[in-house]
């Protein structure tokens, strides 16, 4: 019972209680009775006109009273209703009705606690296969018709209790019965492999299915969850639209994820991890117009494991924020020391540009490292502008705005097109490495990237080429018009010390450019 619905019934028996011994009280000593010979005898003092009117009184507060009690009890059943609603919003989805990933958690600790790790059951992982593609291109609406579809196919296998909807494309569903869980996973995948009929056409989804048993797979819920996720994963890494099962390959390749993340943790937190430096050169007048920050991570025994190692496990890891604002603050620092004609370009990965928060980040680091934001460059893919464009946006024209410059790296290999280019605004576009390997031998890249260097020109925005590694690249490219060069030619990224060398003169490059 609620706090104030208990105190109303205590409240209520006080006073019946009160009553009752008053009442018992004037009984006893017939007080009626003298109260009536004493109103007979003093019948100048209007004594009885007053109780009279008490009377009265008394008997309109009682029909009042039974008013508000009826009003209250009303309101008070409305209350428990908004109550309830508020209760299963916040722990089912809205749009398929489907449990949430609260009410998961839940289930699994509520289990958890009652059979510690001892009981059995099975966890599904379902992940659609095309669904981005549908949301993307036809649009949130035609997402929405998929999702409350599937939905609707669960439910012909599964009970609502044993269905979760984590967000996204992701569904699970927990099966009491271990010995059934493959089964019910054959039987959605064929399912869930069915065209969703929208308007006159259909649209093609799929799902990848990955299973796992508590306890064998995984000691809790929780760690059972994981090892079914890990499984769809594999699912999915092997080609889609396939169910697979927990096993010890997909098991020893989590916990080496584990320890690798562990230690990417213990790097961030130490300094393990710092941005080196790769020139960029100014083509016309071969002088160094700035560094590109590399991020290296340098293990006990001195080798090096590469950014393609470490930052998609970041990225996955929670970690890239991190990451982020350890590097960029290092390097703020260490071009604070450059000419101040030199620019700082530093590469923010795609899922950062869904995190509103970025430019705030940014802009704070400047601050603390009295870094001028006019000699900061980010550099961007493609692939992050096509994620969550409104956000990137929105990030992008506050950076711009604060005078920061936004190039775009690793132009021609993603699916950009002229109509988003034109879009944004960029600084700077910064031409694949892929064609500069090989567009002196195929006249196809030949033309792509006269196309791209011709289109900053057009478009008044400077253009660099990536992986200049012979003579004879850079000067095809310096004829064609490209406004900047980086690659081995001029140098690998170098640590802060050595680029500073550079500009001291004591360190030259390897390459006197003629003009
Ligand atoms: P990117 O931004 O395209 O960086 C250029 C990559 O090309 C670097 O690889 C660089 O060492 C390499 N490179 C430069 N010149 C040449 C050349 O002449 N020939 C060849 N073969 N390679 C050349 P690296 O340092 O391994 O970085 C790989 C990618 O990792 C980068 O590609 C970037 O996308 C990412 N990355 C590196 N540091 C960071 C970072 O601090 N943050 C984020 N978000 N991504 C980073
Ligand atoms: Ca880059
Ligand atoms: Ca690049």
């Known amino acids: 019972m609620k706090l104030y619905a208990r105190k109303a019934v205590w409240q209520a028996w006080l006073l019946g209680a009160v009553g ?10 017939d007080s009626y009775e003298s109260l009536l010979a004493f109103l007979q005898t003093h019948e100048d003092y209007e004594i009885d006109e007053f109780l009279l009117a008490l009377d009265i009184f008394g008997v309109l507060c009682l029909i009042y009273g039974i008013l508000r009690f009826w009003d209250f009890h009303r309101e008070q059943k409305r209350r428990e209703k908004a109550e309830s609603q508020i209760d299963w919003m916040a722990l089912h989805d809205n749009l398929t009705g489907l449990q949430n990933r609260h009410s998961l958690e839940r289930r699994l600790r509520t289990a958890e606690e009652a059979f510690g790790g001892s009981r059995r059951f099975s966890v599904l992982v379902i992940d659609l296969d095309g669904f981005k ?20 196919r669960l439910r012909d296998h599964l009970a609502d209790d044993n269905l979760y909807r984590m967000g996204g494309d992701e569904f699970v569903a927990v099966i009491d019965t271990p010995s059934l869980a493959l089964p019910v996973a054959m039987a959605l995948l064929q399912s869930l492999n069915r065209p969703v009929p929208f308007n006159e056409t259909s649209l ?3 799902a990848s299915i990955g299973v796992a048993t508590a306890p064998t797979d995984g000691a809790s819920g929780v760690e059972c969850l994981r090892a079914a996720d890990a499984a769809m994963y594999t699912a999915k890494a092997a080609g889609r639209g396939k169910v697979q099962v927990f096993d010890a390959t997909i098991r020893e390749r989590m916990q080496r994820r584990d320890v690798a993340e562990r230690n990417l943790r213990h790097a961030v937190a130490y300094g393990g991890i710092r941005p080196f430096y790769q020139p960029i050169i100014d083509l016309q007048s071969g002088r160094i117009s700035g560094f590109e920050a590399l991020a290296r991570w340098q293990m006990e025994d001195g080798h090096f494991i590469p950014p393609a190692d470490f930052i998609p496990l970041a990225e996955d890891s929670g970690l890239m924020t991190r990451l982020t604002d350890v590097l960029l603050r290092q390097a703020c620092l260490d071009a604070a020391d450059w000419p101040a004609d030199t620019r700082l370009s530093f590469n923010i990965s795609p899922i950062q540009l869904k995190d509103r928060m970025l430019g705030l980040r940014i802009l704070a680091i ?9 000699r900061l460059e980010i550099e961007i893919t493609e692939t992050a502008l096509i994620q969550d464009l ?5 990030i992008l024209s506050e950076l711009r705005a604060a005078g920061i410059s936004v ?13 988003q280019l034109s879009n944004f605004s960029f600084d700077k576009i910064k031409i694949d490495r892929s064609f500069v390997s090989s567009f002196q031998d195929q006249e196809k890249q030949e033309k792509i990237v006269r196309a791209i260097v011709g289109l900053g020109m ?3 925005v400077p253009t660099t080429a ?13 004829s064609m018009g490209c406004t900047y060069g980086q690659g081995f030619l001029f140098g690998k990224a170098i640590p802060a010390e050595e680029a500073r060398l550079m500009f001291d003169g004591r360190c030259t490059l390897p390459l006197r450019l003629s003009s």
């Open 20 to 29: 009752a011994v008053a009442f018992g009280i004037f009984h006893y000593f």
């Open 133 to 152: 593609r549908i949301n993307d291109l036809v649009g949130h609406h035609a997402g929405d018709l998929v999702l409350t579809t599937i939905a609707a």
């Open 204 to 206: 093609d989804i799929g």
């Open 366 to 374: 400047l601050m603390e490292t009295s870094l001028d934001p006019r």
């Open 390 to 394: 409104e956000t990137a946006a929105s």
């Open 407 to 419: 190039a775009l790296d690793d132009f021609g290999i993603g699916y950009s097109n002229l109509a």
């Open 458 to 460: 057009g478009l008044d």
């Open 466 to 478: 990536e992986g200049i590694e012979t003579e004879d690249q850079l000067s095809s490219l310096s």
